[in-house]
């Protein structure tokens, strides 16, 4: 039912019945027993009644659209998969971002359906319950959208095989898994910050546009249409995300300083992981949408700001990393890429060179920076690769205990000097690549110190499989740590050009295109 | 006449994910059910552990007491994913809606029997609440329960008791007002009829393990409540003024249908390695049920509870004792 005007009721009372009207205070057991985790991070709510319900949508009438919206998306995917659609993506290079949205986005999603159903049944408020659990429940079918567009993707190419193993173990990977980690562990209004508000608010335009456009821009039609169906569902988490900030600065002046910190703190760890989207943006679509700096100027300097000066009447100020982002938009993607390239043997996706026209759009986007600071080195690893001697660098390297980057970023006033920060803590050193990483570090050490960094893992010898003795002659702990991470060695990983994936592409386009 | 349309057929390399592929012992095509639900939720290595409860991971097989080998054998009957669940309830929303227009239309509140509108909304409208109680549940089932094939039907299951909260509310609207829920309310917080049952669901908020609470709230509660309300009061009603409430709860008639369905596969294997757990859990909470919807029972078939609520019970440890149960 889309909640009907009677005669006696108003589209709001009535709303009111179908969702708060139904709760009520205990009496058998106490509420703060009922309710344990709404109060200790110290947000004072007085009046839970003064949430406004950003949307009013009963279960019956969000039964109906989303039925609506499923029937026509999977007839959709059913209809790629029956016309072979991934043989008309522009280039087989573009199937290595659908690796990395499935292996490091698609279990985030499965994360946020239990992030919200926790945070819908804690909030002691009946009206953000029902939100916080619908979004749950969309979360869900983000999640499972994703795999079923891919699982197409997967039937015909290499290192979508496994990626709920994947996320739990290999190192890039525990960059978005610690942030959404992170999120969980923490209590139910962070949460609503860091997820609600920093993510599906400030930041959603910066991962969700480019990948789906991505997608659109590159014959993709199997995980655009995921991405325009979910669109719709996007929008609510959007406006529930900003009235639970709005609430909370509106119930006590004594939350804003808690959720400054928060927002401080959830735009920096976003940012972070975003910059696994640059360089997606700027490096691995064959067809680009737009540079990555383009995109922060965009989603986050404009549009950001515009929301930043909206919430300036609660006091909020723009988050205190937007002066690095300014300068980091024309480099992270760079260093990034930079850095995937050279540890392509341990990527479950494969890597390569920008062509010369590729990097001419890199010298046109980035004026600033590409042709002074990356242009020299890639044009190097590109005739190195010609010459016989494509460049895998075999070390491991350093993680930031906070974002779990290896640190790659340089010092902001310094783009050839790369970052380093340390603090002290119960006697160990603890790295950082950043001040923001450090800060958040240095504001919750016990958090942060247990952090399952993938590189020392390797180093205490967690990442073999059981049985692997690394005391053996001749033992190549590299093969060891890709078995254990079931990476496939030469098949899913490595250099693009000469791929199983890119001959494979090339064959079947051919014999589905000549006789 | 058949019509052979021909595609360019490309062999693939691989059938399914290999978390699929190990879960069915080999890989070969696996339907979109499998897919979306098997070993989907993480399992280790986690980063940090949880501000709000340190004693445990993000997701940990030790809330609860229950010793399960494989997390996975908990299948949905109705193998519903997100698409499967939201087509098979748009179609009974569908037909709810009718059956809420049809009364509308016709007049058929109006001309319902005064005493049977009584009776229909004194008992049907605090139940809004306690379906509500089964939301809460049903969503820190969710929240806290291990592998996504018990969990993601659980909020499923939350999801749906939120939609009959929502009707028994239309109910009240369209039989009534406003005014109407207020008194249910009321009466569910003062009524003395209606005490051992908001016991029951507010001690069900408090439990520590949440495969109990399933026990408690879908096995137990559920187990006496459904048949008690959609059947023998629905019957009484039809009899004594026709049939017009019970098209107003067809929704949860066939709802109780479909999920016991699912309700017994799941406790099915939990009791296959957890027999006397379970066993107790079921006893413990069916002799609380019994109790909590005897006095509604008294209220809603006058005469006849005793004999109904007998005939409930041994339904129920009929029930129980094919699911592997020993009461």
Redesign the interface.
């Known amino acids: 039912m889309d909640v009907k005007v009677n005669k006696k009721l108003g589209l709001k009372e009535r709303y009111a019945l179908m969702t708060r009207g139904l709760g009520w205070d205990t009496t058998y057991q106490p509420m703060d027993k009922v309710f344990p985790y709404d109060k200790f991070e110290g947000i004072k709510i007085h009046d839970w009644d003064k949430w406004e319900d950003p949307f009013r949508m009963t279960m019956d009438a969000y039964w109906k659209y989303q039925a609506e919206k499923e029937r026509k998306l999977y007839a959709i995917i059913d209809a790629f998969a029956q016309n072979n659609g991934h043989l008309g993506v522009t280039d087989a290079r573009y199937i290595n971002t659908l690796k990395l949205f499935l292996t490091g986005i698609s279990p985030l999603e499965y994360m946020a359906h239990r992030g919200f159903a926790h945070v819908g049944r804690q909030m002691r408020g009946v009206g953000p319950r029902v939100a916080c659990l619908m979004q749950s429940l969309d979360e869900i079918r983000h999640a499972q959208t994703q795999i079923h567009s891919m699982s197409n993707y997967n039937k015909y190419y290499n290192g979508f095989h496994d990626p709920m193993h994947m996320i739990e173990r290999v190192w890039y990977l525990s960059v978005p898994r610690s942030f959404f980690d992170d999120a969980y562990t923490a209590g139910p209004f962070e949460f609503m910050i860091a997820i609600g508000f920093s993510f599906e608010y400030v930041l959603t335009n910066l991962l969700f546009v480019p990948f789906i456009s991505g997608a659109a821009y590159n014959g993709d039609m199997g995980a655009m249409t995921f991405g325009f169906s979910a669109q719709s569902d996007e929008a609510r988490h959007m406006t529930l995300g900003l009235e639970c900030i709005k609430f909370m600065l509106e119930q006590d002046p004594d939350n804003l300083p808690i959720v400054q910190r928060w927002i401080d703190k959830w735009t920096w760890r976003g940012t972070r992981v975003l910059t696994l989207v640059g360089m997606m943006m700027d490096y691995m679509l064959p067809k680009r949408v737009m540079s990555w700096k383009e995109a922060w100027e965009i989603y986050f300097e404009q549009n950001g700001g515009a929301l930043f000066n909206d919430l300036a009447r609660y006091g909020i100020t723009v988050p205190k990393c937007a002066a690095q982002a300014a300068l980091d938009k024309e480099h992270v993607s760079h260093q990034a890429w930079a850095t995937f390239y050279q540890y392509g043997a341990a990527a479950d996706f494969h890597t390569w060179m920008p062509s010369s026209s590729e990097m001419d759009w890199l010298s046109e986007k980035y004026p600033n920076t590409f042709d002074k600071y990356y242009r020299p080195r890639f044009e190097y690893f590109a005739e190195q690769h010609k010459a016989g001697n494509r460049f895998y660098n075999l070390t491991l390297p350093m993680l930031c205990q906070t974002c779990q980057i290896p640190m790659l970023f340089t010092e902001p006033a310094d783009p050839t000097k790369i970052c380093y920060r340390e603090s002290d803590y119960k006697g160990e050193k603890y790295h950082f690549c950043s001040d923001g990483c450090k800060e958040i570090f240095d504001h919750e050490p016990e958090k942060y110190i247990q952090a399952w960094l993938p590189v020392h893992q390797i180093h205490q010898g967690n990442c073999f499989d059981p049985g692997v003795d690394p005391a053996a002659p001749g033992f190549n702990p590299l093969a060891a740590v890709l078995d254990h991470y079931h990476i496939n060695q030469g098949r899913d990983n490595m250099e693009f050009e000469g791929s199983e994936d890119q001959r494979n592409f090339a064959a079947w386009r051919t014999m589905a295109a000549k006789n | 006449m058949q019509i052979d349309l021909r595609?360019?057929s490309?062999k693939?390399?691989?059938?399914?994910?290999?978390?699929v592929a190990r879960h069915l012992g080999a890989d070969k095509p696996a339907s979109?059910y499998l897919?979306?639900t098997i070993?989907?939720?993480?399992?280790?290595?986690?980063?940090?552990?949880?501000?709000?409860d340190p004693d445990h991971e993000?997701?940990d097989p030790s809330r609860t007491a229950l010793k399960i080998k494989d997390w996975y054998a908990f299948k949905d009957p109705r193998q519903f994913?997100?698409?499967t669940y939201?087509?098979a309830?748009?179609r009974?929303?569908?037909a709810?809606?009718a059956d809420?227009d049809f009364v509308e239309s016709r007049g058929l509140a109006d001309s319902y029997p005064a005493a049977a509108k009584g009776l229909a909304l004194e008992v049907l409208l605090p139940l809004?609440?306690v379906?509500?109680g089964s939301?809460?549940n049903n969503?820190?089932m969710?929240?806290?329960g291990y592998g996504?094939a018990i969990?993601?039907p659980c909020?499923?299951q939350?999801?749906?008791q939120?939609?009959i909260?929502?009707?028994l509310?239309?109910v009240g609207?369209l039989l009534a007002?406003?005014e109407a829920?207020d008194a249910a309310?009321q009466a569910?917080?003062e009524d003395p009829k209606w005490q051992a049952l908001?016991?029951y669901v507010?001690?069900s908020?408090?439990m520590s393990d949440w495969f109990e609470q399933f026990v408690a709230q879908n096995l137990a509660l559920d187990g006496f409540l459904y048949p008690l309300i959609y059947t023998y009061f629905d019957n009484a009603l039809t009899a004594k003024a026709g049939p017009t409430v019970s098209m107003l709860v067809r929704f949860q008639a066939e709802w109780y249908a479909e999920t016991v369905k699912w309700v017994d596969a799941s406790i099915k294997v939990a009791a296959a390695d957890n027999k006397d757990l379970v066993s107790g859990w079921t006893r413990a909470w069916r002799d609380r049920a019994v109790e909590a919807v005897a006095p509604l029972a008294a209220r809603a078939l006058e005469a006849e509870a005793d004999a109904v609520m007998a005939e409930l019970t041994e339904q129920f440890n009929a029930r129980a004792a094919k699911l592997g149960l020993a009461l």
């Open positions: 595609t360019v490309i693939p390399l691989r059938q399914t994910f290999d978390q979109r897919e979306g070993r989907v939720q993480a399992e280790s290595n986690f980063h940090y552990r949880p501000l709000w993000i997701f994913y997100y698409g939201t087509i309830r748009a009974m929303q569908e709810a809606e809420f809004r609440h379906a509500w939301n809460m969503s820190a969710a929240a806290y996504t969990t993601q909020l499923y939350a999801m749906d939120l939609g909260a929502q009707y509310t239309r609207l007002d406003a829920l309310k569910w917080l908001r016991r507010e001690d908020f408090v």
